[in-house]
C-alpha cells in the first residue's frame, strides 16, 4: 500500500511567494464534537497558490497552516495532521486536550498544494472535496491530539502554535485526492461503508 507523507513549508503557507515552488497545506475546517466547544475557528488568512498573485483578494480564511500530513493508503489508516494554529485555536485545543470527551467525531477539510514545473502553476496534490467525518485517533487510551503551550519562534506574525491531531475514518467510505502533476489525478477511498 502506497503511502502519503508530506512535509509542508510553513514559511511559504504563512508568507506566500510565487517564485518559491515548495509544498504548501491549509487546514480549513476542523471541528471535534463535544458539547459544542470543539469548533476552531477559520481565522487565518493565507493566500490560495492556485490564485496567482498575493493580494487580498487571493487570501482565504483556514484554521491552520499544515506542516505535515501523513497517510499510510489504507481504508482504515488514520490520517495525521502537523499544523500550526492561532492563539485562540490553542485555547480551544488545551480545553478540549483537559476535558474528558463524550463526543470524538470529528470533521475536517485540508488541502496540499505542489508545484508542476512543467507547466509553472501550482496545484491541489492531496486533498478532499468536501469535509470528512472522523473519530480522533486513540493510543492506548489516550487520544491522539495536542498543542504546544509556546509558540513557534520561526514565524513572528501572527502568533502561531504547533498543533497535531490523528484522525481515524468513520464507517462510510470517503473520496481521497492524489494529484501528481496538474492532470494526472487518482482518487482513493478513507473509510469503508457499513452496511445497515
Not at 89 to 116: Q, R
Not at 164 to 174: C, D, K, L, R, T
Request: proline letters at 3%; glycine letters at 8%.
Amino acid at each position: 500500500m502506497a503511502s502519503t507523507n508530506l512535509s509542508c513549508n510553513v514559511e511559504q503557507g504563512f508568507n506566500f511567494q510565487k517564485d518559491v515552488q515548495c509544498l504548501i497545506g491549509h487546514l480549513s475546517e476542523l471541528e471535534i464534537f463535544s458539547d459544542d466547544k470543539g469548533k476552531f475557528k477559520m481565522d487565518m488568512a493565507v493566500s490560495n497558490p492556485t490564485k496567482v498573485g498575493g493580494d487580498e483578494e487571493t487570501k482565504e480564511k483556514v484554521v491552520g497552516v499544515i506542516s505535515n500530513i501523513f497517510w499510510m493508503g489504507g481504508h482504515a489508516d488514520p490520517i495525521y495532521i502537523a499544523c500550526r494554529i492561532s492563539t485562540e485555536n490553542k485555547t480551544t485545543a488545551v480545553i478540549l486536550k483537559h476535558t474528558i470527551l463524550s463526543d470524538t467525531k470529528v470533521k475536517f477539510k485540508f488541502t496540499v498544494y505542489d508545484y508542476d514545473p512543467k507547466d509553472k502553476i501550482f496545484y491541489p496534490c492531496f486533498y478532499c472535496d468536501d469535509s470528512f467525518e472522523g473519530l480522533v485517533a486513540n493510543a492506548f487510551g489516550d487520544l491522539e491530539f495536542g498543542v504546544n503551550m509556546d509558540a513557534a519562534g520561526d514565524i513572528d506574525s501572527p502568533k502561531n502554535y504547533d498543533f497535531y491531531i490523528g484522525i481515524m475514518p468513520s464507517e462510510v467510505a470517503q473520496k481521497v485526492n492524489i494529484a501528481f502533476d496538474k492532470d494526472a489525478k487518482i482518487t482513493k477511498t478513507w473509510g469503508v461503508t457499513v452496511a445497515s
